[in-house]
C-alpha cells in the first residue's frame, strides 16, 4: 500500500492514523503505517514533552506527527489587537449558559467530582497561544508531520515547520477550503468528507475527494471520513488520494485510553445511525455518539451552544463528571459514521492487518473486472 507520499515519508502502508493517544500513535508507527498524535488535551506543556519522550522510546526510529488545532477564527483575539488570556475569555460565558449545564447535570443526578480533583478535559489547546506552546515543545522533537484540525496554520507556523523539514497538513470540507490551504504553502490537504469524527463540513467522503483532489493537484492529498476498510481505502486510492487518514476506528483498539468501559461499551453497540453532528462539545460542528447531552444542547428550546472556544471551556468540567463517573445517557465522544464496523476490541496491529487485507482483496477485485487477472 506503497505510494508516493508514503514513499517520501519512509512509511510501509500510507495508513495516517489522528489519535489523543500515544500508544495509539506509536503502535500504527511501528505496525507501518504513520501516527499523528493528538496534541489538544495537552493543556501543560511539559505533559506533552514526557508524552513525546515516550514517543520516542517507542517508535524505533521510524516516523510519526503531531496534530494541534489552531482555529482560523478565533473569540480570543481582542478588538485592540492583544490576546486574551483564558480567564479573560471564560468571563465571556453567559449566565444563562452556565445555568443550562447545572440544571442538565442535576437533572440526571451527575455527582461532583471528588473533592481536589480538577476537571481532566480542559480544551484550552482550541486557543490559538496553548496551540504555540505546545508546537515550541514539539519542535524540539523529530516530528516529521504536523496536522493543523481547523484551517490553514497561521504562516509564521507553516514557515517554522518547513524551515525544520516538517510537512504541514490542513484538514479541508470542501474544494474551497482545499484551494486555500494551498495558497497558504500546505504540503498536504486531508480531504474529511462528512462521515468523519469530530469537526466535519457537509460533503460526503465519495464527492469530497476527488473534488480535493482536482483542486490541488499536485498537492498529495488524504482521503478521510467513515473509512475503516481496506476495501475503502482502495476507493480513496482510485479517487486520487495518496493515502487515507483514520480517526475513528482506533478509539476501541486494546493500546486506547478511553478509561470507561461504559464508553467502550457504547461504542461497540453502535450503529452508523447513532451518531450526530453537534456544536455540543466544542461550539463547532462535530460528528459524536448522539446521547441526552447533545439532545439537550441541540434542542430550540435550551440557550444553543457557544463558538469556539467559549464552548468547551463552559462544558469541560461537566464533561470530567460524566465521564468521570460514567453517566450512560450523557456519555459520548467523537466518532464518526464508522462507528458500526467498530463493533470488537483489536490491537492496532490487527486492524493494521485487517486493512491490508482488504486492500489486497479489492485490488484483487478490480484486477478480475479490468481482465488483468486470472484468479
Not at 481536589?116 to 519542535?139: C, H, K, N, P, Y
Not at 497538513?169 to 470542501?174: D, I, R
Request: hydrophobic share 45%; glycine share 10%.
Amino acid at each position: 500500500m506503497k505510494t508516493e507520499l508514503s514513499r517520501t515519508l519512509g512509511i510501509e502502508h500510507a495508513i495516517f492514523g489522528f489519535t489523543p493517544f500515544p500508544a495509539v500513535a506509536a503502535a500504527l508507527t511501528r505496525a507501518g503505517g504513520f501516527g499523528v498524535l493528538g496534541a489538544v488535551r495537552y493543556t501543560a506543556p511539559d505533559d506533552l514533552a514526557r508524552d513525546l519522550d515516550w514517543m520516542q522510546e517507542h517508535t524505533d526510529g521510524l516516523p510519526y506527527g503531531l496534530d494541534v488545532v489552531m482555529p482560523a477564527k478565533k473569540v480570543e483575539a481582542a478588538p485592540g489587537g492583544q490576546t486574551l488570556t483564558e480567564a479573560d475569555v471564560e468571563a465571556m460565558i453567559p449566565e444563562e449558559h452556565r445555568a443550562f449545564v447545572r440544571a442538565t447535570l442535576a437533572k440526571h443526578g451527575v455527582p461532583e467530582l471528588p473533592e481536589g480533583e480538577a476537571s481532566g478535559w480542559r480544551i484550552t489547546g482550541w486557543m490559538e497561544q496553548v496551540a504555540r506552546s505546545q508546537l515550541d515543545v514539539a519542535f524540539d522533537y523529530p516530528i516529521k508531520l504536523l496536522a493543523n484540525a481547523l484551517g490553514s496554520p497561521p504562516p509564521d507556523i507553516v514557515a517554522r515547520a518547513h524551515d525544520q523539514g516538517v510537512l504541514v497538513a490542513a484538514l479541508a470540507g470542501s474544494a474551497r477550503h482545499a484551494r486555500h490551504h494551498a495558497e497558504a504553502g500546505i504540503d498536504i490537504v486531508v480531504a474529511q468528507g462528512y462521515e468523519a469524527g469530530g469537526h466535519t463540513g457537509e460533503i460526503a467522503s465519495m464527492v469530497l475527494t476527488p473534488e480535493v483532489v482536482d483542486a490541488v493537484s499536485p498537492l498529495p492529498v488524504l482521503a478521510a471520513g467513515g473509512i475503516g476498510s481496506g476495501e475503502q481505502i482502495a476507493a480513496g486510492l482510485a479517487l486520487g488520494a495518496q493515502g487515507v487518514w483514520l480517526g475513528s476506528i482506533w478509539l476501541t483498539t486494546t493500546e486506547a485510553e478511553l478509561h470507561s468501559r461504559a464508553l467502550t461499551a457504547k461504542l461497540l453497540a453502535a450503529g452508523s445511525g447513532d451518531t450526530v453532528r453537534s456544536r455540543a462539545l466544542t461550539g463547532k460542528p462535530a460528528r459524536q455518539l448522539r446521547t441526552e447531552w447533545t439532545d439537550a444542547w441541540d434542542d430550540p428550546a435550551g440557550p444553543g451552544p457557544l463558538p469556539m472556544p467559549l464552548q468547551g471551556l463552559l462544558v469541560a468540567e461537566a464533561v470530567s463528571r460524566i465521564q468521570r463517573h460514567e453517566v450512560e445517557p450523557l456519555l459520548g465522544t467523537p466518532v464518526g459514521q464508522i462507528v458500526g464496523r467498530m463493533n470488537s476490541e483489536r490491537s492496532v496491529q490487527q486492524v493494521v492487518d485487517e486493512l491490508t487485507r482488504g486492500f489486497e482483496k479489492a485490488v484483487d477485485r478490480i484486477n478480475r473486472i479490468a481482465g488483468r487477472s486470472e484468479s
